[in-house]
């Protein structure tokens, strides 16, 4: 509602404008009354009303000082002035004081509340497309956000930027980085049915969840990966405060059961003391991580513990999900979302899962490598590649088994070999996120018209998760969603601009904008000139 102030020294006209005026119905607010200037100024700067009424001849401050001091403290509020005096010295002060409205007295109760009405319509309006600018801007800060954010984890645990680097970017994103102790958490949250990066509710929501988690622990910082999962940075002063997390990590697992179908899966890093030593802790958490592939769902694995022998959260199960003889299973899962760096991690687990005496065994070393082999020559025909140009990199299988390799040269073979399928996997992937980006591009390109199209449902009709999508759009486009739907509105504003007699409100209709003044107003942002300008320009040139 819009809030009225009158400043009037005579009082049969002050209580005139008061009374015959029924505020409510016009949906303004009157919030008080001076007899002069001087009693109005601190009221007016309490209340902070919307618009001022107050005469211009008053005893102890007039209307044109009471309006200058105002304007300083004020600039936003609109002053209507009713003077007595058809003077041109006073309309120019008013006029070069911002004032909005000045009228002459006599004055009747319609053409005051014309005036009134006229200016609480302009305040109502600025205020709407106040309202608009600002969610679309959130919108646009949040992908930014995001995208920032993934930069920050990528340069923190690939040590890919300076210490300064980091610091200064994590200030952008009011992310403090400086204390005496770090540990890093992983999570995956997994919904049966779902594939793990496909549009998902669950994970919408569960996501918003965590991040409400992490607001109640100082110093935690969540990261969403996409497929690979979320990653939570815990940063403190206190080094009992990371080793004591066990109760946070209580409270993520019992958010996860929230959830219908929802499993879990954390692997967590120990404490380290340096920025430069995160790093460590993320790799700590990962190798702990890969054990999902192997381990039974729902557990939480801390790399500094034993991983035998205890029952519970915080150690690993050894009974793994492909059982003693073959961990194809696992294999396979892993080809088709384990990451790079978490190949070595998983083969460990793979050899650290069958037994060591098994391990010591040739002939079951043999069985294992080769099953191994050929569960990767399988999935690079499901890639529709071939095994050729990796065996000549890592060397033929045959030959490799047959000179009777240590368990060890046996672990370092596969390692190489299945880093490079998996390499070769995600070079695959990038040309499949050239196609969910292309997908996005038709559905936006015939779509932009729509009021309600947002990140969010263009992810959901190529069926990623908004992150993910955020991140591969930018990647691919090297600008943010947000940019890419504005710039497309603003070419097809421009082409209806010169192309038919439409006007501004209705082109602003016709490319998605149902606020045409918010349309006026990031057309003049991005054009650097208004729509009218840009017409006649077009016209000047025929």
Wanted: include cysteine; proline fraction near 2%.
């Amino acid at each position: 509602m819009v809030k009225l102030f009158l400043v009037e020294d005579e009082i049969v006209m002050r209580d005139g404008i008061k009374k015959h005026i029924d505020w409510e119905r016009e949906g303004i607010e009157f919030v008080g009354e001076a007899s002069d200037g001087e009693l109005a100024y601190p009221q007016i700067l309490n209340l902070k009303p919307d618009i001022l009424i107050t005469d211009i001849k008053m005893p102890f401050m007039d209307g044109l000082e009471l309006s200058e001091l105002l304007k300083k403290e004020l600039p936003e509020l609109c002053i209507i002035i009713l003077s007595g005096y058809d003077e041109f010295s006073y309309a120019q002060k008013a006029v070069s004081l911002g004032v909005t409205e000045y009228l002459l007295k006599p004055i009747s109760p319609a053409k005051l509340l014309e005036s009134i009405r006229k200016v609480a319509q302009r305040i109502e309006a600025e205020r709407t497309e106040s309202e608009r600018q600002s969610d679309w801007a959130k919108e646009e800060e949040k992908e930014k956000q995001l995208l920032m954010n993934m930069k920050l984890f990528n340069g923190v645990i690939m040590n890919s930027m300076s210490a300064s680097e980091i610091l200064e970017l994590a200030k952008k994103l009011s992310i403090n980085l400086t204390a005496g102790y770090y540990r890093m958490l992983l999570l995956q949250f997994s919904v049966s049915g779902e594939p793990g990066d496909s549009f998902s509710a669950k994970r919408n929501a569960f996501h918003q969840q965590l991040l409400e988690i992490a607001e109640r622990h100082p110093g935690w910082h969540v990261f969403d990966r996409g497929i690979d999962g979320f990653a939570i940075l815990m940063v403190s002063d206190s080094r009992e405060a990371l080793e004591g997390i066990q109760n946070a990590v209580d409270e993520i697992v019992r958010t996860v059961g929230e959830h219908k179908d929802a499993s879990y899966f954390i692997g967590i890093g120990s404490v380290v003391r340096r920025l430069s030593e995160i790093r460590e802790s993320y790799n700590e958490a990962s190798r702990a991580f890969s054990y999902r592939f192997l381990a039974k769902k729902d557990q939480v694995i801390y790399a500094d513990r034993e991983r035998t022998g205890h029952e519970g959260n915080g150690d690993l199960d050894v009974e793994m999900a492909a059982g003693s003889e073959s961990p194809q299973k696992a294999i396979e899962s892993f080809l088709k979302t384990g990451s790079f760096d978490e190949v070595g991690s998983f083969l460990e687990g793979v050899f650290h899962s069958v037994g060591e005496q098994n391990v010591q065994s040739l002939i079951f070393l043999n069985y294992l490598t080769m099953d191994i082999y050929f569960s990767m020559v399988r999935f690079l025909k499901e890639l529709g590649s071939g095994p050729e140009e990796i065996d000549r990199e890592c060397g033929n299988i045959n030959d490799f088994v047959g000179r009777g390799p240590s368990w060890i040269e046996v672990r370092d073979y596969l390692t190489d070999y299945m880093q490079r399928v998996i390499r070769l996997r995600d070079s695959g992937s990038a040309k499949k996120n050239s196609r969910v980006v292309h997908a996005a591009l038709e559905y936006i390109d015939s779509h932009y018209d729509k009021e309600d199209i947002t990140l969010n449902s263009v992810a959901s009709k190529v069926n990623i998760s908004p992150n993910h999508f955020s991140s591969i759009f930018s990647q691919e486009m090297g600008i943010t969603f947000i940019e890419y739907l504005i710039g497309k509105r603003m070419e097809k504003a421009k082409e209806l601009l010169m192309t038919t007699d439409l006007k501004s409100f209705e082109v602003a209709y016709r490319v998605g904008y149902k606020d045409p003044h918010y349309f006026s107003y990031t057309f003049k942002k991005t054009q650097g000139m208004t729509t009218k300008e840009f017409r006649a320009r077009g016209q000047d040139r025929t």
